[in-house]
């Protein structure tokens, strides 16, 4: 007994034809048969072969990045890890001024780590710990940390400021876990996006 997808040539439906220039209607002998005649199929080869190299092209490209993946190392994932979650932070403060000396500017924006991720690694992705910080605060007072922590109590609260003053557990990422850490700030990343003016 046939199945539905292999009904027999006489209760097949009429196609027309998918050469343009053509306008034949027909019965299709094969599943997948689009064309009515060898003589279509030669007149739509160009067509297809655009797109099979294409289809080909893509599947390619997603084998290199698969395969991209799986040699990446553990510093690659962190790297990627900590290049979303600063994009985010840079997104989240867009708004407010430099965390350290309290002005606007047109110039470059960091997300600056009040403990540092030398110091503190355990805190590297700890949003209480990162806020938009200034090229010039950042990189050449090294993070102005006595106007960062004024400011820091300001916005996050003396409590929070503490506790990261405090004692924390030593943290070391899996590479599972820099994964779940890139995509959800990449998640983050697009819902605020989406949001902004």
């Known amino acids: 007994m046939l199945s539905a997808k292999q009904k027999s040539p006489a209760t097949r439906k009429p196609k027309t034809c998918a050469n343009p220039e053509c306008v034949t209607k027909f019965v299709p002998r094969r599943l997948g048969q689009s064309v009515c005649s060898p003589a279509c199929a030669l007149a739509t080869k ?4 655009t797109k099979a190299r294409k289809a080909l092209a893509d599947i390619e490209r997603k084998a290199i990045r698969a395969a991209r993946e799986r040699v990446k190392s553990r510093a690659e994932h962190m790297r990627e890890a900590q290049q979303a979650f600063n994009e985010w932070i840079r997104l989240r403060d867009a708004a407010l001024p430099c965390i350290s000396c309290g002005r606007h ?38 993070g102005d940390i006595v106007n960062y922590r004024i400011n820091l109590v300001l916005r996050i609260g003396a409590g929070r400021v503490e506790w990261l003053e405090g004692p924390h557990e030593p943290q070391r990422y899996t590479v599972e876990q820099l994964k779940e850490i890139k995509a959800h700030y990449r998640a983050e990343i697009k819902k605020l996006k989406e949001v902004a003016p």
């Open 46 to 49: 160009d067509v297809n072969q």
């Open 105 to 142: 500017h047109e110039g470059q924006y960091h997300a600056g780590h009040y403990r540092t991720v030398g110091a503190n690694p355990e805190l590297r992705f700890e949003p209480f710990n990162v806020h938009k910080q200034c090229a010039p605060c950042n990189n050449h007072k090294s």
